[in-house]
């Protein structure tokens, strides 16, 4: 390359070698996503917990965890550990989606799994207030192999979140795969990465 007709481009923290021109196309990148800014994260402009409760939902008691921590907060990240379908009546849905489970069905497993995630995060973290922004969600479907609507399934999940934290807070990056098994024949297992507030 001739380092005499290009330019050395710094956005965000990102340092690149091209010519002018791709600077506009850098920028429209950068438009179109959520991109760091050096600006701390403010969170939802309303309660988080009084929007659950306007909402309607009710949380179900928090599992207790095995051999690993529920959550865990490194800087200003919140990780939670993979999460289930838990059942107000007690118990958790179990089964295959595409067998014994419709997709219906299934994205109210991952609804329920949102209710889950929520009360862990409550018990061993504390006020849901504390939390900027989702930022990752991997979540996981039983299913059977011939069953390809992983990711209408997770909706049931991603809705809720979005619901609580808001559109701008509460919809962050996404993987929705399916399984060939789940712990305990589970029907949906979600883990999730929040930013906390500074």
């Known amino acids: 390359m001739n380092l005499k007709r290009s330019t050395f481009i710094k956005l965000g923290g990102m340092t690149a070698v091209g010519s002018m021109a791709a600077i506009p196309a850098m920028l429209t990148s950068c438009a179109n996503a ?6 701390k994260c403010s969170g939802p402009d309303f309660d988080v917990e009084q929007r659950i409760k306007d909402l309607g939902l009710v949380l179900p008691p928090a599992p207790r965890p095995g051999l690993f921590k529920p959550v865990l907060v490194s800087g200003n990240l919140l990780y939670v550990s993979g999460q289930g379908p838990d059942k107000p009546e007690g118990g958790q849905v179990l089964g295959k989606v595409g067998d014994d489970l419709t997709l219906e069905e299934g994205k109210h497993a991952a609804y329920l799994t949102a209710l889950t ?82």
């Open 34 to 39: 959520t991109c760091s800014s050096g600006v």
């Open 117 to 198: 995630m929520l009360s862990v995060i409550k018990e061993y973290y504390g006020d849901l207030n504390k939390i900027c922004r989702l930022i990752k969600t991997l979540g996981m479907v039983n299913c059977t192999p011939d069953f390809y609507s992983s990711p209408a399934v997770i909706n049931g999940f991603s809705e809720v979140m979005r619901d609580v934290f808001g559109e701008e807070h509460g919809i962050g990056v996404r993987s929705a795969v399916g399984m060939v098994s789940l712990p305990s024949n589970i029907a949906v297992e979600v883990e999730c990465h929040f930013e906390l507030k500074a």
